[in-house]
């Protein structure tokens, strides 16, 4: 089975071609992509051609699906055909999620008129928080706003669902990573035994936390948009509101400009006035510049923010894990989030720790009471494994 995902961005179409095997293994055939497209139906006729000069998929027949990372719908999340209803949705929420949302209605609609009948998967980022308690989705906001829409969502779906089912697999429960791996066609399902309490630590370009019991999500960073929680490279993260017309009258900025320096001057970009890229942001820290070290202070502080708000809330943890560019690249920041949480059961292993770059491990001490773990992201085999299953789950 041939399945492409699709990951649309304003102006390209990155694509990787995975082919499952029956019994659910899935192997990365290729991977590729285009940028300033201007034309979708243009971009698509070339990643097929490529695909087809490459031998593996010789006719729009070979490809038996295609997975979207939808990022936020209105009124619709989870994992369903990219259809109607779904170009509706993101077109209903255009305006919260403005550099997303409208590349992906125009890319499905034209994969849709250049591929008929072949399955399209939408994948919602939203879709993994589906089952939070509703106190951790609401803002204390009008009621008529809540009908709106404006409540938390949390986004990064794919890849924390991601780590819930591995994380799951690396502590020998194999009935909660199970649980995970069926989520979006069962719902939750009864689990027995010991509640099993992950802490998920996305931290990369955009960055986000969630605690997870038993494979399910039960609160998360991110809120109505992208644009909360931690510090991301150019964006906000979490803003007081007072902030937004505090800025318009003393600068005399209109709504637009203020979203614009929300979403490429801020997050780490604005802290450290250096880069929205760690590796910049860490190569002037170390000459000594500190604002691109606060830049660094203000990521550790709101992560750790996090990982204890979701401490408490899962009342304590049998894993904390790192994932995404960040998490997974950078032991001096991954002790720092785990600094001084020996009473609280995480022991990080200096050793292990510094060993650890871009693979997966356990970075934990033998002693530890709780594991820490990296486990790289790859939230194209996400999609690409929801689209099988929910392909299948139509037939
Ligand atoms: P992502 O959005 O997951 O691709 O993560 C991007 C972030 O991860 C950027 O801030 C990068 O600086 C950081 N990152 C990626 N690779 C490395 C690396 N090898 N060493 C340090 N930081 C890295």
Redesign the pocket.
Known sequence: MNILVANLGSTSLKFRLFRFDGAGGAALLAKGGYERVTDYGKAIDDCLAELKAAGHVRTPADLHGVGFKTVLGKNLTGCVPADERVIAALEGFKEIAPAHNPPYAAGIQRFREKLPGVPLVALFETAFYQWMPEAATRYAVPQAWHEAGVRRYGFHGASHKFVAERSAELLGRQDIAERVRQLYQAGPTSVKGRPLRVISCHL???SSVTGIRDGVAVGTSMGLSPQSGLPQ?NRVGDLDSAAVPFVMKTFGLSIAEVERQMTKESGLLGLSGVSN???DI?AAADTGNARAQLALDVLVHSARHWIGAFLLELGGCDALVFT???GE??PDLRAAFCAQLEELGLVIDPAKNNAL??AEGEISTAGSRAKIFVIP?NEELVVARETVRCIAARN
Do not use: E, K, P, V
């Open positions: 990369g370009g955009s490279n890229d760690l590796r860490r995404a560019g960040i690249n950078n770059r871009g992201a």
